[in-house]
């Protein structure tokens, strides 16, 4: 059976060790983070089972950690700060936490929190609950099920007709479609004739998800034939 992997960021280090100790003794394998960057860097790129955020940290607090990660992932979020307020509290929990802990608490009572949230979780996705269908690329991850688009972990607002090209493309990888092809599929006959509105869609496609519109590493312009979704 695999080791739950865990990240903890928190500025703290012996308050960060003493957690991670506790935690390993309990047969978690656990990463601590002291800066909010590197602790988000590393939670949007690494596979972990549950996150421990500080509320107060160098360079991005838990709060925006939070969010960006509840942007992309389920996975437990438990939020641990040494503010008492309410407010607080509501914010952390409001943003998708998972529980909100305050200091001081005592290392064994994190340890039966983080085994509790995990234990729901795992039963929770194993429940046969159908899973969002998801397209994931090099940074851009779009949920069809949900409507929604992300590159890098940041949500990016599409129209419909943006949304419906975009998954199109990528449902259909490498292979080149036509302006024309494009139109009748996403359009149908709602717009008759102007095959002009798929390039204006696709510039501002590419405006959303491309680092260098001039360079696009997504959606590939086939000149004279039309466009491709790179892979």
Known sequence: MNRKRILIVEDELSIAELERDYLELSDFEVEIETSGASGLERAMKE??????LDLMLPE?????????????????????SAKKDDIDKIRGLGLGADDYVTKPFSPSELVARVKAHLTRYERLIGSGMPENEVIEIRGLK???????VYVNGEEKNFTTKEFDLLTFLASNPNRVFTKEELFSRIWDMESIGDIATVTVHIKKIREKIEFNTAKPQYIETIWGVGYRFKV
């Open 142 to 148: 779009i949920d069809k099920t949900a409507r929604r």
């Open 60 to 80: 991005i607090d838990g709060f925006e950690i939070c969010k960006k990660i509840r942007g992309v992932k389920n996975t437990p979020i438990l939020m641990v």
């Open 47 to 52: 596979e972990f089972d549950l996150f421990i």
